[in-house]
């Protein structure tokens, strides 16, 4: 069957088309054009309705499935449009690189928290922080032991939106396993590293042997790795204002969630300490720290050092991998270069493409969450890929009127839980005996 290919950055459809893929094009196009006019996040209905038709539409052509995609005449104009091929998304599912991670992908179209806002003439946010009795507020504990202590069960729609604004900007989730957590705990079976001149795994053999020769036994090395989710709280204070009176306030507490949690999620996935919260790759056993050059300068990256960092990666992650740099690194970056022949011309180690940049041929993204430039952990070479995040559905909020009463604002606790460790244990030894690798590679502090 003809295939064709839809990008939907562009809304394009090439390849096979019909007049019905057409319309499903159009209807595409003018919802994100309505959601970018009134300068708002999607709600949940249009959110789902877009992911559904754009997954559809890179499926194998049929028009009378396309004719069954699109909305009835009568339920065009505002509104989630119901679809005749509706999906459903079981979710709980570990997630690798590349797949998708919003919200439904993780938690699926019936999430075990089904809590919705039903009310339509006030917001969460407003009869949260208006301190009156909602029937549509429902509450959880805060501790998992201590059930009297409660906070506000945020609605999935606005989970959702919190959730994808979050990931949005983050560095390490979205190249990550991501595992969905029903409860606070969740066991993940994973090989003992081992050392390559002796076995694999920590324990696997093979030999050759001839016919009817005795077999020698091997025994891989299992080891259990526990995901324990580990509470984030953030802190927010607001005014009465933003809430009650602003145009789109609740899209504005709903970015201001999103980012946050983003920001503080990904500086614990790199140098979280493992202790009350994730392991950070920068503070785990698997680190290959790559060794300075002898009377190297204070503060400085040397050509040389990327090139034994890249040494120090495991091969088979060198395709995966990605340069997390600090920002204090750009101005030595930018003027490294490599000289060429007699002449005095030179070539940019950091190079521009696509409108990033590139060292030796891998992506480079620039960041706060890593060390300052001369401290080890200033530059990183990572596979992602060999990092688990687990994450629990749930997000709760409670507030204060009290905490800043004097200047009439409101001090709000969002909470969400997560955790996260690499998939290693240490790093490997190669066949050699003396040659040690990883997927997590940083240079010596200078």
Not at 78 to 100: H, S, V
Not at 226 to 234: N, R, S, V, Y
Not at 420 to 437: F, I
Request: glycine share 8%; charged share 25%.
């Amino acid at each position: 069957m003809e295939r064709r290919m839809y990008n939907p950055k562009t809304g394009k459809i090439s390849g096979y088309e019909t007049p019905e893929l057409r319309e499903i094009q159009k209807r595409l196009r003018s919802m994100r054009q309505l959601i970018e006019a009134e300068k708002r996040l999607p709600t949940d209905e249009e959110m789902e309705e877009i992911r559904e038709l754009d997954q559809w539409l890179s499926q194998p052509a049929d028009p009378v499935k396309a004719r069954a995609m699109l909305p009835d005449p009568e339920d065009r104009v505002g509104g989630p449009i119901a679809t005749a091929d509706k999906r459903n998304i079981q979710g709980y599912e570990l997630r690798g690189p590349g797949e998708p991670k919003d919200y439904r992908s993780l938690f699926g179209s019936r999430p075990q928290n089904d809590y919705r806002w039903t009310d339509k003439e006030i917001t969460f946010w407003q009869a949260v922080f208006s301190g009156r009795m909602h029937p549509d507020l429902t509450t959880r504990a805060m501790n998992e032991s201590v059930g009297s202590s409660g906070a506000f069960l945020v609605p999935v729609e606005y989970a959702t939106m919190i959730h994808n604004v979050a990931l949005e900007d983050e560095i390490v989730q979205p190249l990550s396993f991501v595992q969905p957590m029903k409860s606070k705990s969740k066991q993940i079976p994973a090989f003992t590293i081992g050392d390559h001149s002796s076995n694999l795994y920590g324990g696997f053999i093979a030999y050759y042997k001839g016919e009817a020769t005795s077999l020698t036994e091997a025994d891989p090395t299992v080891r259990s790795m526990e995901l324990i989710a580990k509470k984030l709280t953030g802190y927010i204070k607001m005014s009465n204002e933003l809430v009650s009176d602003t145009p789109g306030g609740s899209d504005q507490i709903v970015k201001i969630c999103g980012t946050g949690l983003g920001w503080y999620r990904d500086k614990a996935f790199l140098k979280g300490t493992g202790s009350g919260e994730p392991l950070g790759i920068l503070n785990a056993n698997c680190l290959k720290v790559t060794s300075k050059e002898t009377g190297q300068a204070a503060s400085s990256i040397l050509y040389t050092n990327l090139i034994n960092m890249v040494k120090d990666l495991h091969p088979a992650c060198f395709k995966r991998s990605v340069w997390v740099c600090h920002q204090t690194t750009i101005p030595e970056l930018l003027s490294l270069s490599i000289p060429i022949g007699t002449g005095g011309s030179h070539v940019p180690v950091m190079r521009e493409t696509d409108g990033g940049f590139q060292i030796l041929t891998r992506p480079v993204i620039f960041t706060e969450k890593t060390e300052t430039l001369g401290s080890q952990g200033d530059i990183l070479l990572a596979d992602f890929s060999q990092y688990v995040v687990g994450l629990r559905e749930e997000m709760r909020i409670d507030y204060s009127i009290h905490v800043a009463f004097t200047t009439d604002e409101l001090v709000a606790r969002l909470i969400e839980r997560h955790d996260g460790q690499p998939l290693w244990d240490s790093t490997l030894t190669l066949e050699d005996g003396s040659t040690t690798v990883s997927p997590f590679v940083t240079l010596e502090a200078r």
